[in-house]
């Protein structure tokens, strides 16, 4: 079975610009989550997905924003890219949300350079 | 509010020996989950192990184990029998359950510790 797809793997944007990165679950995984992973530091919280409706948000301003569809797949958007969003964005699914033991499994990422 | 500390920025071991890699934590939840992730150079995250706060044995996963000590509030990491493929940075993260904690059921990451296998 295929596991976390996330797309594309790098990308490259200039200050001011958008961008949309996109998640596909695995197979039967209804819960998807974003984090932000700057270098040299552990994965940050963004946004939580269940049954297509958002669950939670860390701490991040407006110019974040995701949407999960109906076949569970994922897009987050970022808006007036600074040079601070620079990162790897992860992507994780989950089977079922709110048991103690939630495992998250997660995609290898999009690499995201904001020039 | 939950906070994951990780001391260790680095670590070497050689091949075949057990390494243990620190991780300690703070929260004023009762009930909480730890886990502990693997991330090789690909930067997939690879999930490890969990323990349970209220779990009353150390959680083992094959070759890793968890040395939980609760009233320390530490969740260490401990490979045995380390082989070449280990080396990557390894992440210990937790989970709150209060429901002050709010719904979304995030993980709460530490800085990481970059083990290298040495042969």
């Known amino acids: 079975d295929a596991g976390v797809t996330q797309s594309p793997t790098h990308l490259i944007k200039t200050r001011g610009q958008q961008v949309t990165l996109r998640c596909s679950p695995i197979?039967?995984?209804?819960?998807v989550s974003w984090y932000q992973q700057v270098l040299g530091q552990g994965p940050q919280f963004i946004f939580q997905?269940?049954?297509?409706?958002?669950?939670g948000r860390g701490n991040f301003p407006d110019r974040f924003s995701a949407r999960q569809f109906p076949n569970y797949s994922s897009e987050l958007n970022v808006n007036a890219l600074l040079l601070g969003d620079s990162a790897l964005y992860l992507c994780?699914?989950?089977?079922?949300?709110?048991?103690?033991?939630?495992?998250?499994?997660f995609g290898s990422g999009t690499q995201l350079s904001v020039l | 509010a939950q906070k994951i500390t990780q001391t260790q920025p680095g670590m070497f071991v050689q091949e075949k020996e057990a390494v243990t890699l620190d991780c300690t934590y703070d929260?004023?939840?009762?009930?909480?989950?730890l886990f502990w992730y693997k991330q090789p150079s690909s930067g997939e995250m690879i999930f490890l192990i969990y323990?349970?706060?209220?779990?009353?044995q150390n959680a083992t996963e094959g070759r890793y184990s968890l040395n939980f000590q609760k009233a320390r509030k530490s969740a260490n990491l401990v490979i045995s029998a380390s082989q070449l493929g280990d080396s990557a940075m390894y992440f210990c993260?937790?989970?709150?359950?209060?429901?002050?904690?709010?719904?979304?059921?995030?993980?709460?990451f530490g800085s990481g510790t970059q083990l290298t296998v040495l042969p």
């Open positions: 197979s039967g995984h209804k819960s």
């Open positions: 994780a699914s989950s089977l079922v949300r709110g048991v103690n033991n939630e495992k998250l499994f």
């Open positions: 929260t004023s939840d009762q009930s909480y989950g």
């Open positions: 993260a937790m989970r709150g359950f209060s429901t002050s904690s709010g719904s979304a059921r995030q993980l709460t």
């Open positions: 997905y269940y049954e297509k409706e958002e669950r």
């Open positions: 323990q349970g706060s209220y779990d009353e």
